[in-house]
T-cell receptor, first 115, second 111 residues
Framework: AAGVIQSPRHLIKEKRETATLKCYPI?????VYWYQQGPGQDPQFLIS???????DKGSIPDRFSAQQFSDYHSELNMSSLELGDSALYFC??????????????FGNGTRLTVT | DQQVKQNSPSLSVQEGRISILNCDYT??????FLWYKKYPAEGPTFLIS?????DKNEDGRFTVFLNKSAKHLSLHIVPSQPGDSAVYFC??????????FGKGTHLIIQP
């Protein structure tokens, strides 16, 4: 079965550069979530979108923005990168219209390294 | 302050025996609880969930127990298999979109 696709798998950027991470949800899933997992940490919720509208916001820095497009894919844009932004970034999707408690399905993540 | 606590960073269990992973939470408003399994270089994989109106949910070798009065959640895996070796995250949802995760327990199944 199709899973959540994230690209790129690895990304190396320098401080103060920008980065764009892409996420393609499971077909027909209407909700996308972004998580950040630092080394040795648990995944931290950043932001979510339902039907192309932002639906919830977590600990996302102001330097980051995200959107969900008409085909339901999502992009996380990160500017003025800092060393502390180095982490695994996971995207997850779910079908909210099926159940408010439908589980999230995660992609394999993008590993961002800021040097 | 950690709202979801997995107090055992690692757990070692012999193959064939029962693995019990524990999770404590602080907010009685949480209404949906999930367990995820994570292998290195992969995203978390959904395992099993339970809503606050239940106290047990079973799926094959996996059973999740919820003790609301104690704000405690546990995952039982029986019998444990080598492929179960992974990091297990407890996650909760409390009305908002984002899941709150615990720090994970690294389960090691020994042959």
């Amino acid at each position: 079965a199709a899973g959540v696709i994230q690209s790129p798998r690895h990304l190396i950027k320098e401080k103060r550069e920008t980065a764009t991470l892409k996420c393609y949800p499971i077909p027909r899933h209407d909700t996308v979530y972004w998580y950040q997992q630092g080394p040795g940490q648990d995944p931290q919720f950043l932001i979510s979108f339902y039907e192309k509208m932002q639906s919830d916001k977590g600990s996302i820095p102001d330097r980051f923005s995200a959107q969900q497009f008409s085909d339901y894919h999502s992009e996380l844009n990160m500017s003025s990168l800092e060393l502390g932004d180095s982490a695994l970034y996971f995207c997850a999707s779910s079908l909210r219209t099926a159940s408010v408690n439908s589980p999230l399905h995660f992609g394999n993540g993008t590993r961002l390294t800021v040097t | 302050d950690q709202q979801v606590k997995q107090n055992s960073p690692s757990l070692s269990v012999q193959e064939g025996r029962i693995s019990i992973l524990n999770c404590d939470y602080t907010n009685s408003m949480f209404d949906y609880f999930l367990w995820y399994k994570k292998y290195p270089a992969e995203g978390p994989t959904f395992l099993i969930s339970i809503s606050s109106i239940k106290d047990k949910n079973e799926d094959g070798r996996f059973t999740v127990f919820l003790n609301k009065s104690a704000k405690h959640l546990s995952l039982h895996i029986v019998p444990s298999q080598p492929g179960d070796s992974a990091v297990y995250f407890c996650a909760v949802r409390g009305g908002a979109d984002g899941l709150t995760f615990g720090k994970g327990t690294h389960l090691i199944i020994q042959p």
